[in-house]
Structure formats: structure tokens, C-alpha cells
């Protein structure tokens, strides 16, 4: 049983430049949430699917982001146009989704600098 | 309403010392609270989760104590060694949708 995992580890761009992360979840995880931690922080909320529909989007996740997760198993998450105030750790977690199994487990995260 | 609020900010403790971590919360929708252990480069772990319906939870070491009237929980770190040093995290959710964390408390056991 394989948990959740994340690719690239880490990733340096250039301001400006496109970068997309991939989060692969627990097999049978029906729910998968992207969040963003800066150093010293909590972990903060950008969005979540429930299969394949984007429940939720949280204000932090300007126009510049994009995630999806088109069959419903590995999710996405584009950024456009990086600026240095991206630069941060991204977390993916999945979740079983149904009943009342709440428990969130957590991938490794992509770090990102952004120059 | 969707904060939560985690005290102290840094804790350093003996080996075998009870570290204790705090976390209050304003919503009362909020109905499972967990708490996770991350290290330095890591994603974070779960450690440890309670439902408001119970006051106490234990599980190894670990222990939630939970206060629904007054709208704070906590962890206890019984007999704690110097590889429990990580930062800690309280949460909150709402039907199994998004965490929304504390701040995090930096834990150093010293042996």
C-alpha cells in the first residue's frame, strides 16, 4: 500500500515561467486536496476534488492557478506566470470521501523557488 | 470563524518531560480535529484525530484532550524522546473538506 506521492520533489524556475506538479493519491481515495506552506506556517488550503469535480477553491488561488484531475485518480496543479511569492512547499493529501472517514494523509510536497 | 489559534509557538523539554500543545477554535461546525507531526523537508503525518463527541483519546504516547464548551483541544506528548523534536500541527475540519491548521509548535526534547 503505497502512499501519497508528489513529482517533481523540487523545482526551480525562472520568474515568469510555467510550472505543473502532479500528485498521485492513495488508490481508493476518492477526495484529493492541494495545499501551500511557507516556512514557518501551517499548511494553507488552495482547493480539493471529490473524483473528478473541484469542490471547493480557496481565494488564494488567483487566476494565475490551475488544478484538475481528469479521470478522477491523479490531480495537477498549473501555475502560470510564476512570481517570487510562490515560491513555497506544496502539499498533496487524499482523503477516502464517503462516510464519515475523515482522515487526511499527506504526500511529500513539491518545493518551489521561484528567481 | 475559521481560525484556529495554537500556543506556545516554540517548546523545549527534558527527555521524558509531557510537552503540552494547545489549540482553540471559533467555529462550532469544526467536528473532527487532528493533529499532525512534520519534519523538517516532509510532508506532514498524522498523529493523532478526535471527534467533539469525546473528551479524551489516547493513542500510545500520545494523548487528545478535547473541551467542547470551551472550544480547545490539546495534545499531550507522554515520556517524550528526542525523536519526537518536529513541528506540530493542530487542524480543524468540517465534514471531511478542507484542514484549516494552526500555527504550528516547534517541539526540541533534549536527551
Known amino acids: 500500500d503505497t502512499g501519497v506521492s508528489q513529482d517533481p520533489r523540487h523545482k526551480i524556475t525562472k520568474r515568469g515561467q510555467n510550472v505543473t506538479f502532479r500528485c498521485d493519491p492513495i488508490s481508493e481515495h476518492n477526495r484529493l486536496y492541494w495545499y501551500r506552506q511557507t516556512l514557518g506556517q501551517g499548511p494553507e488550503f488552495l482547493t480539493y476534488f471529490q473524483n473528478e469535480a473541484q469542490l471547493e477553491k480557496s481565494r488564494l488561488l488567483s487566476d494565475r492557478f490551475s488544478a484538475e484531475r481528469p479521470k478522477g485518480s491523479f490531480s495537477t496543479l498549473e501555475i502560470q506566470r510564476t512570481e517570487q511569492g510562490d515560491s513555497a512547499m506544496y502539499l498533496c493529501?487524499?482523503?477516502?470521501?464517503?462516510?464519515?472517514?475523515?482522515?487526511?494523509?499527506f504526500g511529500p510536497g513539491t518545493r518551489l523557488t521561484v528567481t | 470563524q475559521q481560525q484556529v489559534k495554537q500556543s506556545p509557538q516554540s517548546l523545549i523539554v527534558q527527555k521524558g518531560g509531557i510537552p503540552i500543545i494547545n489549540c482553540a477554535y471559533e467555529?462550532?461546525?469544526?467536528?473532527?480535529f487532528p493533529w499532525y507531526q512534520q519534519f523538517p523537508g516532509k510532508g506532514p503525518a498524522l498523529l493523532i484525530a478526535i471527534r467533539p463527541d469525546v473528551s479524551e483519546k489516547k493513542e500510545g504516547r500520545f494523548t487528545i484532550s478535547f473541551n467542547k464548551s470551551a472550544k480547545q483541544f490539546s495534545l499531550h506528548i507522554m515520556d517524550s524522546q528526542p525523536g519526537d523534536s518536529a513541528t506540530y500541527f493542530c487542524?480543524?475540519?468540517?465534514?471531511?473538506?478542507?484542514?484549516?491548521f494552526g500555527q504550528g509548535t516547534e517541539l526540541s526534547v533534549k536527551p
Open positions: 467555529n462550532t461546525a469544526f467536528d473532527y
Open positions: 493529501a487524499s482523503s477516502l470521501g464517503w462516510g464519515d472517514v475523515y482522515e487526511q494523509y
Open positions: 487542524a480543524a475540519t468540517y465534514q471531511g473538506g478542507k484542514l484549516i
